[in-house]
């Protein structure tokens, strides 16, 4: 898909093709908010990877992470409740490492997932979702679009790439056991939460329970709706 722009999670793409039997990645990029490593000037986006595969017995195994050291979404909760974030998580407009939220939106960028020594491997996944999910759909790259004459929620004409892998067509045996054999192997080795566990747990409690707000966020959404349109 090019012409498109990032919509926050990325599981929802992959979860159902894995339902029905398949293996699904998919990638997409963004606007620039990411230096790559050794940089000091955004130009990658947060560009996630999600991977979904079924399993034997079980919901399917699911991730989807940012190849930035953290969301730009968790960035922007943090300025709004006045936290500051790790090191190694972004910079300002001049390039210099910061904590604060706010100097990281206001001109600043991300950094690649990796740590201050293993930047480069945040920034080579980054590289490479740019590739497949803008020059390989004749979508932008993260940094190609002008966002000075488009202020607001526009779209940055971005891409995104699904790929589907149809584990029937493999010469191996069941797939969705072979996956279930490894998460057991991961759990006797002593890892003690599989990749999309947590979501599972927390979508089967709101869907009986509901789902919390706090206070403060439910005045805002009240707020914005009273708005003008």
């Known amino acids: 898909m090019r012409n498109s722009h990032h919509f926050a999670a990325l599981w929802p793409d992959v979860e159902p093709l894995a339902d029905d ?106 590289m490479m979702v740019e590739l497949l999910a803008a020059a390989l759909t004749g979508g932008n790259f993260s940094f190609e679009f002008d966002w000075s004459g488009h202020p607001g929620a526009q779209t940055p004409w971005t891409g995104e790439l699904i790929i589907a892998i149809d584990p029937a067509k493999s010469a191996g045996r069941s797939f969705a056991q072979r996956c279930e054999d490894l998460v057991q192997a991961m759990a006797a080795a002593g890892q003690t939460r599989q990749p999309g566990e947590r979501r599972y747990r927390q979508r089967a409690r709101s869907l009986k329970d509901g789902v919390p707000l706090p206070a403060t966020t439910w005045a805002e959404l009240q707020r914005l709706a009273d708005g003008p349109i």
């Open 21 to 126: 039997g398949l293996v699904a990645l998919a990638l997409v990029n963004s606007m620039a908010c990411v230096v790559p490593s050794g940089g000091t000037t955004a130009l990658f986006g947060t560009n996630p990877i999600a991977f979904a595969a079924p399993r034997a017995g079980h919901e399917p195994l699911v991730f989807d992470l940012a190849t930035s050291a953290i969301a730009h979404g968790d960035v922007q909760i943090a300025a709004r409740e006045g936290r500051l974030l790790p090191d190694g998580h972004g910079v300002d407009r001049h390039g210099q490492p910061t904590n604060d939220p706010r100097a990281i939106l206001d001109g600043g960028a991300l950094l690649p997932f990796g740590g201050v020594h293993s930047s480069y491997k945040g920034s080579a996944l980054s």
